[in-house]
């Protein structure tokens, strides 16, 4: 048999058993003197019944203690629990009901949801317990919660329960639930489908709960999962320029099924094409599929199982791309000449191959250094600036190289033999990622090499694919002293036999404010190098371009939860004050605001899978999309993988697991555990009984 | 003597304004005890408008009317030839009796619960009140006070003149020691050698064998006695509540209690003692009244008269 207390901090209240205590030994009353001659007669009958009115006295003092002791016992409301209870249909008990409410426990099978089936078992539990009952709700995304007696309140909550991308592990929660439970015992219950995911970075758990009060870990999940899902696209958000063309690869997983299926890409809301995959269960496979984005905009898509299976979220994956238009790439030609001769001949070929300026990832123009002079603005109308071998420049156009730079744009370098160093080191070095020295020449030829490949500008050679980059062979260089600050980065140097060439700086990028400086110490065309001939050299000068127009990595793809980052380019201010962000599933954009010195987006209520898309008041005043993000689940919470039973017991003492409240009962009397009494209606049926005989002994003294 | 006292009033306001004398609260305010004996005797005969006591005279002039019985040649024919009735002439004491008021004056009858009239206030306005009674009917009055021993003995006499020597007498004394009531009866005992009436008027708040004695030794000396047994209304009904420190006024004892407790307790005794007495007094042919102080006279009077009514016989 065992006794607990549901309110225990009442017990102090058995302190004021000492207050008839006091009243009878501090406060008795003061006897009036009077006269009285028949005192013999008073006197006599003080002899016969001293005795008695005193055991009457003592009698009516246990009294009022006996009914303020059992005053207290009763407002601390005791519970009996013994074998010999059984355990009552209707109980009064203090439940903790944790609810794992991630995003698997939307799978569906035979007819229900994992979470309805813990909503159902939930209310069942409910329907077990009696007024006075207490239970508090938790749910693992929001492991706050207190107790109430109101359990329609707690039906209705968890009722409205919806599934959250949250993939908090259920530690927090449960942790939650055992300090409630610390201060008043309470039974414990998890309702959660049982999948690794939410048993994630396990840890043993030891729930403060005294007594036989372990959890309760009520298994509402599928014993059989099967489902499929995209659980990665790559690329999943970029920025590109028009008329580029972008893979993009899916990675399908298989749980528990397999077969044919049909695999579908949609681009702007418009399936743009299928492709069949075949699983063969538990595995993984990868398909992809190609679009060339002809138009400039904000694109989002997804590619999805066409098949559905029990749990719908992870059947797609989102992606966005924000489609600039042909970055304008402005090139100065500091050594004209017919044909190759021509400083930009190659390169002129590499960034337009094809010869047509729409269809050309690039708008080329070229300019002479003094027409470079008399432009002024530069970043009113280009992206990139591309110096080929310029002797020199005027400070005031150096200084607007600089202006341009800094407010995002993005400049390339070329040396050759008609660099002035004294010029550039004058008015460019705080633009230069270092000082320009004399001509090196390499007389065994030089290599280029890339340390890593880890840069985004050379990132695009590392699997080989746009050609070797060491194979082209330079004969000459000028020498590049780099500087040594935190935003210079060494990209490739040259390597030869001879001591010349050892290390010598190749491709040196330097950040500067919003932009980025590339500065290359050979030539651009053939008098240095045999660069241009090599297959290598056009995806080079396009990366480079590609690099130079991107100034800075942009993320487009978040995971639900996450707060999303969007950069917002190069916006007019004013434009800034009027963005609005239109979110999955709603008809209209809500305003946004960005963070003013950054030019970003900061956005957090990312708890829609979907595309999200950054809108811009336009001139017309009609909004139109700036750019755009895609939130998508993470990819574990589609694994359904399961924990065993076992395992769980291990990883937290004492709990067991059921597939159903149903069930408890049997192992609470296989367990000896009984049922539960409340001690505390009996208790005032004693204390009225102790009040009403208190009320007639004292009135018995006085009858007339 | 006023006119008011003759016979029946048939004044009934008349009658109200005077039988409210015989309240002990109302007699108290008046001043001089000769006025109080015969406001009490007043508003008794007063109120005697139906009269239980055929053959006892109630006129305190010479005449008095014929009854039949009464001797033919007692009649005084000058009053019938003037008023066409009949009237004994001559009232020739021949039921004269002689009385001793035997009154307790010890400091337990100074008791009074609240502000209102002590024992020994009532018991000296009763013995007033008789006083005044009898000598008018040419009765003998004799006066004995005591407390611890006899203080004052009186010789009865049936002069007016003495009914103001007895008036002073109680007028003068004052309640004070113990009470040795057994002692001082039979004292009076001795010293009373005619037969008569006594009037004993006494709390009796001591041993009640002795006391018992002594009455027994009066009644076998001859003597008719009346025992008043005057106690405080707060003596017979105890209304006291609470913790009380009580306190014998004439020892001096003390006793600490709650009152409520004791209540009981202490009635059953009282009213032990006093059917104790009732009892002897039954046994022993003693007319007793127990008088609460918060009674009329008249119920002490009509014991009285009843007494003298049977002394006639």
């Known amino acids: 048999m065992e006794l607990s207390f549901a309110a225990p901090a009442l017990l102090y209240g058995l302190g004021a058993v000492s207050v008839p205590v006091i009243i009878h030994l501090l406060f008795r009353q003061r006897p009036r003197p009077a006269e009285f001659p028949a005192l013999r007669f008073l006197r006599l009958g003080f002899r016969l019944q001293r005795t008695k009115v005193r055991l009457k006295h003592l009698l009516l003092l246990l009294l009022r203690i006996l009914v303020v002791a059992l005053l207290a016992l009763a407002l601390s409301r005791p519970l009996l629990r013994s074998t010999l209870f059984a355990p009552a249909a209707h109980r009064s008990a203090r439940v903790v009901l944790i609810f794992d409410d991630s995003y698997s426990m939307g799978y569906r099978s035979d007819g229900a949801t994992s979470l309805e089936r813990a909503k159902a078992e939930a209310d069942r539990l409910l329907g077990t317990l009696s007024l006075g009952s207490h239970a508090a709700l938790l749910t693992t995304s929001r492991p706050v919660g207190e107790f109430t007696l109101d359990l329609d309140a707690v039906r209705r909550q968890i009722a409205d329960l919806p599934l959250t991308p949250d993939d908090t592990p259920v530690w ?469 993988a399961r924990v065993t039973p076992e395992e769980l017991a291990e990883a937290v003492a004492g709990a067991r697991v059921v597939r159903s409240i149903e069930e408890l009962p049997a192992i609470w009397a296989k367990a000896g555990r009984g049922g539960t009494r409340e001690v505390a209606p009996w208790l005032l049926v004693a204390l009225l009984l102790a009040f009403v005989v208190e009320t007639w002994f004292a009135n018995r003294f006085y009858e007339s | 003597m006023p006119q008011a006292v003759v016979g029946h009033s048939h004044d009934p306001e008349g009658r109200r304004r005077v039988e409210r004398y015989l309240d002990p609260e109302v007699i108290r305010q008046v001043e001089r005890l000769d006025l109080k004996a015969r406001f009490i005797v007043e508003g008794f005969l007063a109120g005697i408008h139906v009269s239980p006591f055929q053959g006892f005279s109630v006129e305190f002039s010479e005449h008095r009317k014929y009854t039949t019985g009464d001797d033919i040649r007692t009649v005084d024919w000058t009053v019938f030839a003037k008023t066409d009735k009949l009237y004994v002439k001559k009232y020739e004491a021949e039921t004269t009796m002689e009385c001793h008021l035997v009154v307790d004056t010890s400091g337990s009858m100074a008791y009074s619960y609240g502000k209102g009239v002590t024992k020994f206030e009532y018991a000296i306005y009763l013995a007033a009140a008789l006083s005044f009674l009898m000598i008018h009917q040419q009765d003998s009055v004799g006066l004995v006070t005591f407390s611890e021993r006899l203080h004052q003995y009186l010789r009865p006499r049936s002069k007016r003149s003495h009914l103001m020597t007895l008036l002073a007498e109680l007028a003068r004394v004052a309640p004070h020691g113990e009470s040795h009531i057994a002692e001082c009866l039979h004292q009076t005992a001795g010293l009373i050698h005619t037969r008569g009436l006594v009037i004993v008027m006494s709390d009796l708040l001591s041993d009640p064998e002795p006391v018992q004695q002594a009455l027994h030794h009066l009644k076998f000396e001859g003597h008719d006695i009346i025992l008043f047994h005057i106690l405080d209304h707060a003596e017979t009904n105890f209304p006291f509540e609470g913790a009380h420190r009580f306190r014998e006024p004439e020892t001096g004892d003390e006793l600490q209690v709650d009152a409520s407790a004791y209540r009981e307790a202490y009635l059953q005794a009282i009213d032990a003692f006093i059917a104790n007495y009732r009892e002897l007094c039954f046994q022993a042919k003693i007319d007793y009244a127990q008088i609460d102080t918060s009674v009329p006279f008249d119920r002490a009077l009509t014991t009285f008269l009843i007494n003298r009514s049977q002394y006639n016989l």
């Open chain 1, 172 to 640: 927090t929660a449960l942790e939650a639930g055992g300090e409630l439970g610390r201060l008043q015992p309470a039974e414990p219950y998890l309702l959660t489908d049982m999948t690794r995911q939410a048993w994630a970075r396990a840890r043993s758990v030891s729930l403060a709960l005294p007594g036989e009060a372990g959890l309760t870990v009520v298994d509402v999940g599928a014993a059989k999962a099967r489902n499929l899902a995209v659980v990665d696209i790559d690329p999943p958000g970029t920025t590109t320029a028009q008329n580029r063309t972008l893979e993009f690869t899916a990675t399908i997983r298989a749980q528990g099924t397999g077969g044919p299926r049909t695999l579908a890409f949609y681009l702007d809301g418009v399936r743009r094409a299928n492709q069949p995959i075949n699983l063969s269960g538990d595995e993984r496979v990868s398909a992809s599929f190609r679009h060339t984005f002809r138009t400039a905009g904000v694109h989002q898509g997804w590619v999805e199982v066409v098949e559905g299976d029990g749990l719908l979220a992870d059947n797609a994956r989102y992606f966005t791309v924000v489609v600039g238009r042909q970055p304008s790439l402005l090139m100065v030609n500091g050594d004209p000449g017919p044909g190759p001769d021509d400083e930009l001949f190659f390169a002129r070929l590499a960034l337009n191959p094809g010869g047509f300026a729409r269809a050309a990832p690039f708008r080329l123009e070229e300019v002479s250094p003094e027409e470079l002079s008399a432009i002024g603005r530069l970043d009113e109308a280009y992206q990139v600036v591309l110096l080929a071998n310029v002797a020199r420049l005027p400070e005031e156009t150096w200084a607007e190289l600089g202006r341009f730079v800094l407010t995002g744009g993005g400049l390339a370098v070329f040396l050759g033999d008609r660099v002035d160093a004294r010029n550039y080191a004058t008015y460019g070095g705080d633009l230069l990622p270092g000082g320009v020295g004399p001509r090196v020449a390499f007389p065994g030829g030089a290599r280029l090499v890339v340390p890593g490949f880890g840069h985004p500008l050379v990132a695009g050679f590392a699997d080989g694919r746009n050609g070797d980059l060491s194979a082209p062979r330079f004969t000459d260089a000028r020498g590049l002293t780099l500087f040594d600050r935190r935003e210079v980065e060494l990209v490739a140097t040259f390597e030869t036999g001879g001591e010349a060439g050892v290390g010598a700086p190749a491709v040196a990028v330097r950040r500067l404010g919003g932009g980025l400086v590339v500065c290359c110490s050979t030539a651009l065309d053939d008098d240095w190098s045999d660069f241009p001939k090599w297959p290598a050299y056009l995806p080079f000068l396009h990366e480079l371009t590609k690099f130079l127009s991107r100034s800075q990595a942009e993320t487009h793809e978040f995971l639900v939860g996450e707060v999303a980052r969007v950069r917002l380019g190069d916006l007019p201010s004013a434009a800034r004050a009027r963005l609005s962000l239109r979110r999955p599933g709603d008809p209209v954009a809500l305003p946004v605001a960005a963070v003013p010195t950054e030019s970003t987006l900061v956005f957090t209520d990312t708890d829609r899978v979907g595309g999200y898309t950054i809108h811009m008041e336009g001139p017309d005043q009609r909004p139109q999309a700036v750019s755009g993000f895609s939130v998508n689940l993470n990819p574990a919470e589609g694994d359904l």
